[in-house]
C-alpha cells in the first residue's frame, strides 16, 4: 500500500476512534460518575504506555522543572480539557459536542492571528464566516428537541474545553521535556488521572 493511501487510512481510524469515544462517553456519563470515568481511562491509558517504556531508565529521570512542566500539561491537555467535555455531555448531544469540540482549528486560527497582530486575509475571514454560520445552525437546529436554554451549560462546558486545550498547544509549543511523545503521553495520563477521585 502506498505511503499516502496509509496515512489517509490512519486518519480515518483516529477520526472512527475519536467519533466512537464520544458516543461512548455519552452513554457512560448516564449511569457513572465522571469523575471516575475519567480517573480509570487516563490511569489505564498511562499505565499501558509507562510499561511499554519501563525498561528505559530515562524515564524515571524527573528534576523539578520536567515535573512542573508536565504537570501544567496534564492540566490543560488531559485533566481539564478531557474533563470539561465529560461534563459538558450530561447536557448536549454526541454529535453537538464533536461540532463544538472540531471548531479547535478555528479557534486558534483566531488566536493566533489576534497574538501576531496580522490582518485576515479574504480566505481566512471566509472560513471564519462560514464555521461560524454552520456552529449556529447546527445548535438552533437542535433547539426543535433540546430548549437551548436548558443546554447552555454544555455548551459553555465545551467551549471552556476548547479553550484548555488552546492553551495546552501554545504551552508545549513554549514548554517542551527531554522525553519521546509516547513518554510524555504517558507521564501526562498518569498524573491526571491523581489529580481526579474515583
Same mark, same amino acid.
Given at each position: 500500500?502506498?505511503?499516502?493511501?496509509?496515512?489517509?487510512?490512519?486518519?480515518?481510524?483516529? +477520526?472512527?476512534?475519536?467519533?466512537?469515544?464520544?458516543?461512548?462517553?455519552?452513554?457512560?456519563?448516564?449511569?457513572?460518575?465522571?469523575?471516575?470515568?475519567?480517573?480509570?481511562?487516563?490511569?489505564? +491509558?498511562?499505565?499501558? @504506555?509507562?510499561?511499554? !517504556?519501563?525498561? =528505559?531508565? $530515562?524515564?524515571?529521570?524527573?528534576?523539578? =522543572?520536567?515535573?512542573?512542566?508536565?504537570?501544567?500539561?496534564?492540566?490543560? /491537555?488531559? &485533566?481539564?480539557?478531557?474533563?470539561? $467535555?465529560t461534563?459538558g455531555?450530561?447536557y448536549?448531544?454526541?454529535?453537538?459536542? &464533536?461540532?463544538?469540540? /472540531?471548531?479547535?482549528?478555528?479557534? @486558534?486560527?483566531?488566536? =493566533?492571528? %489576534?497574538?501576531?497582530? $496580522?490582518?485576515?486575509?479574504?480566505?481566512?475571514?471566509?472560513?471564519?464566516?462560514?464555521?461560524?454560520?454552520?456552529?449556529?445552525?447546527?445548535?438552533?437546529? $437542535?433547539?426543535?428537541?433540546?430548549?437551548?436554554?436548558?443546554? %447552555?451549560? /454544555?455548551?459553555?462546558?465545551?467551549?471552556? &474545553? !476548547?479553550?484548555?486545550?488552546?492553551? %495546552?498547544?501554545? %504551552?508545549?509549543?513554549?514548554?517542551?521535556?527531554?522525553?519521546? !511523545?509516547l513518554?510524555?503521553? &504517558?507521564?501526562?495520563? @498518569?498524573?491526571?488521572? /491523581?489529580? @481526579?477521585?474515583?
Open positions: 500500500m502506498k505511503s499516502h493511501y496509509k496515512s489517509h487510512l490512519y486518519l480515518l481510524l483516529s +477520526a472512527l476512534g475519536w467519533g466512537s469515544s464520544i458516543i461512548v462517553l455519552k452513554l457512560l456519563v448516564v449511569e457513572t460518575p465522571l469523575n471516575t470515568i475519567n480517573f480509570f481511562r487516563f490511569f489505564i +491509558a498511562g499505565l499501558f @504506555l509507562f510499561l511499554i !517504556n519501563i525498561r =528505559e531508565k $530515562e524515564l524515571f529521570k524527573l528534576n523539578k =522543572e520536567t515535573f512542573f512542566i508536565l504537570n501544567i500539561q496534564s492540566i490543560t /491537555g488531559v &485533566a481539564l480539557y478531557y474533563g470539561l $467535555e461534563f455531555l450530561q448536549i448531544s454526541a454529535s453537538l459536542c &464533536a461540532i463544538i469540540i /472540531g471548531t479547535i482549528p478555528l479557534m @486558534l486560527l483566531i488566536v =493566533e492571528l %489576534y497574538l501576531k497582530n $496580522e490582518n485576515f486575509s479574504f480566505l481566512k475571514f471566509s472560513m471564519v464566516i462560514i464555521s461560524i454560520t454552520g456552529i449556529i445552525f447546527t445548535v438552533l437546529g $437542535e433547539q426543535n428537541n433540546v430548549h437551548f436554554y436548558h443546554n %447552555y451549560k /454544555g455548551y459553555a462546558l465545551i467551549f471552556l &474545553a !476548547n479553550i484548555s486545550w488552546i492553551c %495546552y498547544i501554545y %504551552y508545549i509549543k513554549n514548554k517542551q521535556v527531554p522525553y519521546s !511523545n513518554k510524555t503521553v &504517558a507521564f501526562q495520563m @498518569l498524573f491526571a488521572s /491523581g489529580k @481526579l477521585q474515583v
